[in-house]
C-alpha cells in the first residue's frame, strides 16, 4: 500500500476526457537557434511520462513552452482546449533543485501555500478552505512534519517533495518536473517514484525531464523521446528501445533558425 495520502486531495483532479495536452507543430528559438522543431503529441491524465535526451535536446525548454514560460515559439499549445497562457493554474512548473534560491527564508509550509496564489489573487481573502487544501497536500507528500523548517534546511528528496506540494496545493492537473530524480539516494529515488506513480494513477499527468535510462521502466508508463525533434513517443514497452534511444542520443548539428 503506497504511504502516500494523495486521495484525500479532493476531486478536482479527476480525469475527463477533455484533459488533454495538445501540443502541435511546436518550434521554439534562442535567437536564431532552433531548440525544439515541429514538435506535435497529445497525452491525456493518468499518465507519467519520462522525456528523455541528451544535453540540449530541447527537455527543459519543452516544459517550460508548455508552462507558458516561453513566448518565442510558434504553433499550439493546448490543455482541455484552452491556450495554456488562459489556464496556468491547472499546470505546475517545478524547476530544477538546484535552480532555486535556498536562501530566501521560506519554510515549508510558505512554498505548499504559494500554490494557492492562482486561486486567491493578489488581492484575494484567504479563506479556511485554502488552509485545508494546504494542509491536504503536505499530508498528501508526508511533509506535514517538515511545515516549519526553511528550504535550505531539507534534503534534495524532501525538497522534491515539497515542490509537488505546492503543485498540489495549486490544484493543478499537469506536473510539469525538470530532472527531479538528479542528486537524490536510491532510496529516495524510489519514493519519489512511488508518490509519482500515486499521482498518475489518482488522474494527474506528470511530464517528467530524466537522464537515468537504467529505471526508465521502472518510474515511467509512457516515454517521449527528444533531439531537438521528437523521435518517438508512447507507451515505455512499445518505445523504449534500442532504435528509438540510438536516434534520441545522436548528435545533431545546430541549425539557424529555419522556420
Known sequence: MSPYAITQ???SHTPDVHHRLVVEDLHVHYGRICA???VSFNVG???CVGLLGQNGA??????????????????????SGNPVARI??????LPQVESMDLSFPLTVEGLARMGRFPHVGPRGRWRETDDQVVEAA?????????????LYQL??????RVQIARALAQEAHVLLLDEPFAGLDEPSQEQLGELFRDLAGNGRLLLVCHHDLKVVEKLFDSVMLLNRELKAFGPTEEVFTPENIRMAFAEV???DDDV
Request: glycine residues 14%; hydrophobic residues 30%.
Open 9 to 11: 486531495l479532493g476531486d
Open 36 to 38: 525544439l522543431k515541429g
Open 45 to 47: 491524465c493518468g499518465h
Open 58 to 79: 530541447g527537455k527543459s525548454t519543452l516544459l517550460k513552452t508548455i508552462a507558458g514560460l516561453n513566448t518565442r515559439l510558434s504553433g499550439r499549445v493546448e490543455w
Open 88 to 93: 496556468r493554474k491547472e499546470i505546475a512548473y
Open 138 to 150: 503536505l499530508k498528501a507528500v508526508k511533509a506535514e512534519d517538515l511545515r516549519n523548517r526553511r
Open 155 to 160: 534534503s534534495g528528496g524532501q525538497l522534491q
Open 253 to 255: 548539428p545546430v541549425e
